[in-house]
Nanobody, 125 residues
Framework: QVQLVESGGGLVQAGGSLRLSCAAS????????MGWFRQAPGKEREFVAA????????YYADSVKGRFTISRDSAKNTVYLQMNSLKPEDTAVYYC??????????????????WGQGTQVTVSS
């Protein structure tokens, strides 16, 4: 069992930065591949970024590539999403998720076993 709690969301102007954190409970956190998703009002949940259990591989949606960076600190049971050059279209509720077994379809929400409650990110123009 893994419990996930996101933090770090807020209101920021376009061009600004935020760092989201996802704190995980459970001794097996280091065995999980982790992902960040987001959902804007009236839209489906979409993939943002993912990182393998070892941290050796990372993946990004085209819309955030070059602006966002996912990382993890297994000693702290935490995964991060550094978001730079934010745009109004990045406004959404951001969720972290844990995937026990790596899948090539890591961008699909159905592949993830556990989810956090989400944190709101609002980017003003």
């Amino acid at each position: 069992q893994v419990q996930l709690v996101e933090s770090g969301g807020g209101l920021v102007q376009a061009g600004g930065s935020l760092r989201l954190s996802c704190a995980a409970s459970g001794r097996t956190f280091r065995n999980y591949n982790m992902g960040w998703f987001r959902q804007a009002p009236g839209k489906e949940r979409e993939f943002v970024a993912a990182i393998t259990w070892s941290g050796g591989s990372t993946y990004y949606a085209d819309s955030v590539k070059g602006r966002f960076t996912i990382s993890r600190d297994s000693a702290k049971n935490t995964v991060y999403l550094q978001m730079n050059s934010l745009k109004p279209e990045d406004t959404a509720v951001y969720y972290c998720a844990a995937m026990r077994y790596y899948s090539d379809t890591y961008s699909q929400p159905r592949e993830y076993n556990y989810w956090g409650q989400g944190t709101q990110v609002t980017v003003s123009s």
